[in-house]
């Protein structure tokens, strides 16, 4: 039977996306089914042959446990102070970088050299600058008397919001981009009758600006909030979870659980609770997001 250009145009479709779906099969989903398997067992690399099945005993084992209690606070705290702050100094920015002028552009341009550096340079970066003996910063805070004499990193009370000032001088600048180019996109008539009808700048914001910025300001708080909850990079090469577990998150946590206590099973379901968690505040934001915007467009 022949056949028609129609179901050849879909057979040559389907074997132009097979290398990506089967890539993304094997780096992505067949590991976390292989995570999702050994968090059901109790599985040691430095006894393997001691693993047996215990169901959802190490689930139980993570809430059960204080320390890793205090890992999931931690995150959380992490990720909703960075990212409202953020979001805040985001939308702000954008708005002064609105106006399409030269230095403007300049401005943006040299604002995202922060988000070009990778995580883990930037916490050596701030670990050098903060440090109590010879850090640019620590240093002077030490003498003057501000915080710790041993510094901020090395201080309970203080190491978690250095951490969350890190993540917003690093990540702002992408909050930045994302709200500026929702901001490009509004449409001018609308703003523009809003200022003929002498609606006054706040006006503006909160009933026109706002409420058609909803989409973008939702892709902003769920990317960020997403990445951030799973920070590791600058946490490991500052505290390293310390002290005392005050800087504790559950990236962490995991890593150190698989890679330096072997405890894989254990490991596996911190990381499968880490990404149920990241689908929950996902969800979460979507459903507030939709919330607000039927109450203020009425659709």
């Known amino acids: 039977m022949r056949t028609t250009f129609s179901d050849r145009r879909k057979i040559f479709l389907f074997l132009m996306a097979a290398p990506a779906v089967l890539y993304v099969a094997a780096v992505g989903l067949w590991p976390l089914a292989q995570g999702i398997g050994y968090s059901f067992y109790k599985y040691n690399l430095l006894r393997p042959a001691r693993t047996q099945f215990v169901g959802l005993q190490n689930y139980v084992d993570i809430f059960a446990d204080a320390s890793t209690r205090t890992a999931i606070l931690n995150t959380f705290q992490f990720t909703l102070f960075s ?49 109590a003996d010879y850090g640019i910063i620590g240093f002077f805070l030490a003498e003057a008397g501000i915080g710790p004499r041993t510094g901020l990193l090395t201080d309970a009370s203080t190491a978690l919001w250095v951490l969350i000032l890190i993540d917003c001088w690093e990540w702002t600048p992408l909050m930045t981009l994302i709200l500026l180019a929702g901001l490009k996109a509004l449409p001018g008539d609308v703003l523009e009758a809003g200022r003929v009808d002498g609606a006054t700048g706040w006006q503006r914001f909160h ?52 890679l330096q206590f072997f405890n894989v099973g254990f490991a596996s379901a911190v990381g499968n609770v880490t990404l149920l968690f990241i689908a929950l505040i996902a969800t979460g934001l979507l459903l507030v997001v939709r919330r607000a915007d039927v109450r203020i467009n009425g659709k």
Do not use: C, H, Y
Request: no cysteine.
């Open 207 to 258: 009933m026109l600006i706002l409420p058609l910025m909803l989409p973008s300001i939702f892709l902003a708080l769920t990317l960020r909030s997403m990445d951030a909850f799973r920070v590791f990079d600058s946490v490991f090469v500052t505290t390293g979870g310390g002290p005392n577990d005050s800087t504790n998150t559950l990236m962490m946590l995991g890593v150190k659980e698989g």
């Open 83 to 131: 990212v409202a702050l953020q979001l805040v100094l985001g939308f702000a920015l954008a708005l002064l970088l609105w106006r399409d002028s030269r230095f403007n552009r300049i401005v943006l341009a040299f604002l995202l050299i922060p988000s070009t550096i990778t995580p883990l340079v930037v916490g050596l970066i701030f670990k050098a600058m903060l440090g």
